[in-house]
């Protein structure tokens, strides 16, 4: 089945840096790549996602890049706020979705 | 739209015990699923249904059954709690079905479970 590996598992960044997640799936046949972000107590929340028919896509300070060959695919932070210190997780869906471990970000001001 | 509801919020059981938790979503979604969340393990899939009367199991489906009678509902069984399930489940649907698109996952609230 699939296995979804996630780096780094924690990631401290000053406000205003950017922060970069790196994920490596196993299924090829995966086709759909979402990234969640989950606050403290609170449930995951879908941030962006990308298909494997893309190779970027954007959504203002956030940005996810999918390479098919190497099976990886990257969350880019820019512009970092207090507010986005959070748990991240990666995942892929082939039959079924697979998450990371997660990556603990923490913004100082 | 409530969305998917999960209950209870919280449940402790001893060892041996046996319990259902209960998932409806009122989307019309036919993919649904079951997560357990441990610290530093992420979130683990524990069974899922892409429809009505279809279910699979994920990483970590020993010590749990489930059921899709209908498209709204997917209960969770633990047959006989043990220590090792004290976890928070998540619940989660998608409009992903046997011949659609994937698409993103909705996530309840979560059930926050202790096993003594």
């Known amino acids: 089945g699939e296995n979804v590996e996630q780096h780094p598992s924690t990631l401290s960044v000053q406000e205003g840096d950017s922060a970069v997640i790196k994920c490596t799936y196993s299924?090829?046949?995966?086709?759909?790549f979402p990234w969640y972000k989950q606050e403290l107590g609170k449930r995951p929340q879908l941030i962006i996602d990308?298909?494997?028919?893309?190779g970027e896509k954007k959504d203002q300070r956030i940005a996810v890049t999918l390479n098919k060959t190497a099976k990886h695919f990257s969350l880019h932070i820019t512009e970092t706020q207090p507010e986005d210190s959070a748990v991240y997780f990666c995942?892929?869906?082939?039959?079924?979705?697979?998450f990371g471990k997660g990556t603990t970000l923490s913004v100082s001001s | 739209n409530a969305g998917v509801t999960q209950t209870p919020k919280f449940q402790v059981l001893k060892t041996g015990q046996s319990m259902t938790l209960q998932c409806a979503q009122d989307?019309?979604?036919?993919?649904m699923s079951w997560y357990r969340q441990d610290p530093g393990m992420g979130l683990r899939l524990i069974h899922y249904?892409?429809?009505?009367?279809?279910?699979d199991q994920g990483e970590v489906p020993n010590g749990y059954n489930v059921s899709r009678s209908t498209t709204e509902d997917f209960p969770l069984r633990l047959l006989s709690a043990a220590p090792s399930q004290t976890s928070v489940y998540f619940c989660?649907?998608?409009?992903?079905?046997?011949?659609?698109?994937?698409?993103?996952?909705?996530f309840g609230n979560g059930t926050r479970l202790t096993v003594t």
């Open positions: 990308i298909r494997s028919n893309v």
């Open positions: 249904s892409v429809g009505a009367g279809i279910t």
């Open positions: 299924d090829s046949a995966s086709n759909y």
């Open positions: 995942a892929a869906w082939g039959t079924a979705l697979i």
């Open positions: 989307m019309n979604h036919e993919y």
């Open positions: 989660a649907s998608s409009y992903t079905g046997i011949s659609s698109y994937n698409s993103p996952l909705h």
